[in-house]
Structure formats: C-alpha cells, structure tokens
Nanobody, 121 residues
C-alpha cells in the first residue's frame, strides 16, 4: 500500500511562515508529479502548487511569489514553504502524488489525509 503523510500545519499569525512536508511510503517504484492542494470551508479544493520529478513547478495564482514547492526524490518527500501568510490561506492542505507501484506498469494518484493551516489576522 502507498501512504502519503502530511505534517507541519498549525496556527500562525498573518505575515508569518510555515513549512509543510509530505512523505510517501510503501511499495513505490517511482513518483512523477506531486502537488499540494487546499480546501477552505465551503469552497472547492484548489491547486496550490505542483512539481514534476525533474523539478518543474507550477503555482496557483493566489500563492505565486509567496509559496515555494520543492521535493527530495531520494527521500520521496515534498515540501511547501509558505511565507507572507494571509487569513485567506486558511484551509486544509492536501498532498497528492502520481505513483507507480512496484507491481504495476501504470501510475495512480494518491492523496494524503490533510493538515490544517490556520492564519489569524
């Protein structure tokens, strides 16, 4: 089985920073695109950022210039450095990964359980 576990969420004041981590484990042959998404109460889940195995990244418009996504392929871990946080960033943050399991010839998308980020004004 493949597991994605997020960590690093919490409560922070506006203007502060947090760093999220997402660790993948299990019978993994390879991981291509990984990403962070978020969902605020009453809203749809939205893209925060994605990163390919080669390090190419893509960001949602609302976080460009404030958030930085990165990954350590050897450790199967992805990070999200969040700076200049705003109350509007309050949401549950989920990581996702397109994973090829050791026993399969195709990729499947897996999701973590989510970590709460709350930004106070």
């Amino acid at each position: 089985q493949v597991r994605l576990v997020e960590s690093g969420g919490g409560l922070v004041q506006a203007g502060g920073s947090l760093r999220l981590s997402c660790a993948a484990s299990g019978s993994i042959q390879s991981i291509n695109t990984m990403g962070w998404y978020r969902q605020a109460p009453g809203k749809q889940r939205e893209l925060v950022a994605t990163i390919t195995s080669g390090g190419n990244s893509n960001y949602g418009d609302s976080v460009k210039g404030r958030f930085t996504i990165s990954r350590d392929n050897a450790e199967k871990t992805m990070y999200l450095q969040m700076n200049s946080l705003e109350p509007e960033d309050t949401a549950v943050y989920y990581c996702s990964a397109n994973v090829r399991k050791a026993t399969l010839a195709y990729y499947q998308t897996y999701w973590g359980q989510g970590t709460q980020v709350t930004v106070s004004s």
